[in-house]
């Protein structure tokens, strides 16, 4: 099991920018495939984006796609999710999610079913 904790979330304006980060402990940091979900009120958490255990495949949806870069610096037991051109849409909280990695290249849309661990989430603001 690996411990995680989110943090960099704050209020900007639309159109500005955002680091989220995610710190983990253990020494088996760099055998887990990461993932950064969403989750506002009243509904269910979405996926956003993932990276696996060598940093060599990143998978995003749509929504973010060409805006938010994920990656990872297992020398560092850190996650980061780099966020360009912020929409009010993106006003959630985000968290961030870790698996033994079974995938080695991501090639779908990740669940939160595939992560059995998991942050306290870090909210993001984005004001119109």
């Known amino acids: 099991q690996v411990q995680l904790s989110e943090s960099g979330g704050g209020l900007v304006q639309a159109g500005g920018s955002l680091r989220l980060s995610c710190a983990a402990s253990g020494r088996t940091f760099s055998m887990y495939a990461m993932a950064w979900f969403r989750q506002a009120p009243g509904k269910e958490r979405e996926f956003v984006s993932a990276?696996?255990?060598?940093?060599?495949?990143?998978y995003y949806v749509d929504s973010v796609k060409g805006r938010f870069t994920v990656s990872r610096d297992n020398a560092k037991n850190t996650v980061y999710l780099q966020m360009n051109s912020l929409k009010p849409e993106d006003t959630v909280v985000y968290y961030c999610?870790?698996?033994?990695?079974?995938?080695?290249?991501?090639?779908?849309?990740?669940?939160?079913?595939?992560?059995?661990?998991w942050g306290q989430g870090t909210q993001v603001t984005v004001s119109s």
């Open positions: 990276i696996n255990w060598g940093g060599g495949s990143t």
């Open positions: 999610a870790a698996a033994r990695d079974r995938w080695g290249v991501i090639r779908r849309k990740l669940e939160m079913a595939d992560f059995e661990s």
